[in-house]
């Protein structure tokens, strides 16, 4: 209903800019092909008809084969907004065991080989275990699945999951440093309000 709308200008921008955001973010959820056949199937359920948005839910919810209206009734209906970002990173590196040897009799301190001097003198990030955290937290009240990819010293990285529940999430890591970390680095949800927070790095990066 336009006429309840503040102005043309935020009827233009909810009916078109924000409905674009919101079928690009679903492309995001279901991939481009499953995306398309739900398009496909809701086209040729109401070609030469007057659809309404109810049509839509029902429709894509059915073509995608999964219950989409948790996700979309809020993005349509609602004014909630998304905002994840990457709280907090933090790499503690594990010390080198110390104490007794129980196997001796009487227990003898355990003495620090000749390799492990050698070895503390060199990188601390590229040697050695570090215990890790990378906490990622949900602002704002429209809650979204959303990938997080983490990198490692080693130059490799891993993808996790998170449904949005909750304000924080928290991944734990035993092994090489983290140097990095990013919130929906495919860019698959495009509503997320500020993109800057989303990602967090160890060096600079133009």
């Not at 609602?78 to 104490?99: H, I, L, Q, W, Y």
């Not at 040697?127 to 997080?148: A, F, I, M, N, W």
């Not at 949005?164 to 440093?177: A, D, I, L, M």
């Amino acid at each position: 209903e336009s006429w309840k709308y503040a102005s043309n200008g935020s009827y233009s921008v909810v009916s078109y800019s924000k409905s674009a955001l919101v079928l690009k973010t679903l492309e995001g959820l279901l991939g481009q092909k499953k995306m398309d056949e739900a398009m496909k199937a809701f086209f040729d359920e109401v070609k030469f008809t007057h659809p309404t948005t109810e049509d839509f839910l029902r429709i894509v919810s059915r073509a995608a084969g999964r219950d989409l209206d948790r996700v979309l009734r809020p993005l349509i209906y609602g004014t909630a907004t998304v905002d994840f970002k990457v709280a907090r990173v933090k790499n503690e590196r594990r010390s080198e065991p110390e104490g007794y040897d129980l196997l001796k009799a009487p227990p003898k301190l355990m003495a620090v080989s000749k390799k492990d001097k050698k070895d503390k003198g060199m990188d601390k990030d590229a040697k050695g275990t570090y215990d890790s955290t990378v906490t990622v937290q949900r602002k704002g009240e429209l809650v979204l699945p959303v990938e997080v990819r983490v990198t490692f010293k080693d130059k490799t990285s891993k993808i996790e999951s998170w449904d949005g529940q909750g304000r924080y999430k928290v991944w734990t890591y035993s092994g090489p440093k983290v140097t990095k970390g990013e919130v929906d680095p495919e860019g698959k949800v495009p509503v997320d309000l500020q993109r800057l927070n989303n990602g967090w790095s160890a060096e600079g990066d133009g």
